[in-house]
């Protein structure tokens, strides 16, 4: 393959996390609100809808404050994209978005998030792909939306406990 033609193709990957005696249906409904991901993703500090329904297909949110691998030490710069929701299956627990601006050089960003039940709980399933982006190694993608996963994960796990707390005190 010449360099021209693999330049082109898209960084792809998939991050997975485990959530030990959560049920999937309890789960998604932290997913499926798509304007609420501040609440999840870790050093993210806003997420606000910008256009449409949050939950209904073409819907764009803000998402902004989040630090990526490659600027951890840069203070001035504010990550910033707007998500737009492509697809969203409720039954499948499923959705996909894409990145349609922003600055942090992510271009034709998809990427599909799925809760799938399992014996001991469930599990997150987030699968991306992006066309290469300067300055970044997929290692540090892979990285970024793995490490931010776990703790989504983590964050949702204590939510639930402590839902689950305040209904039976």
Known sequence: MDPIQQSKEKWKGKAKTKLQGCKAEQIWPFLEDFFGLDK???SLSTCIPVE???GKP???RFCAGFKTPIDEHDKQTLNWTKQKLLSIDPIQRVFSYS????NVGFHSYVSTLKVVSKD???EIEW???VEPVEGWKL???DYFIGSGLGVMAQRMQEALKTMKDALEA
């Open 40 to 42: 999840w993703f870790p």
């Open 52 to 54: 449409g329904i949050s």
């Open 58 to 60: 073409g819907c764009i």
């Open 99 to 102: 990145i349609v601006d922003g």
């Open 120 to 122: 001991e709980g469930c």
């Open 127 to 129: 699968l991306y792909e």
């Open 139 to 141: 290692e540090y993608l």
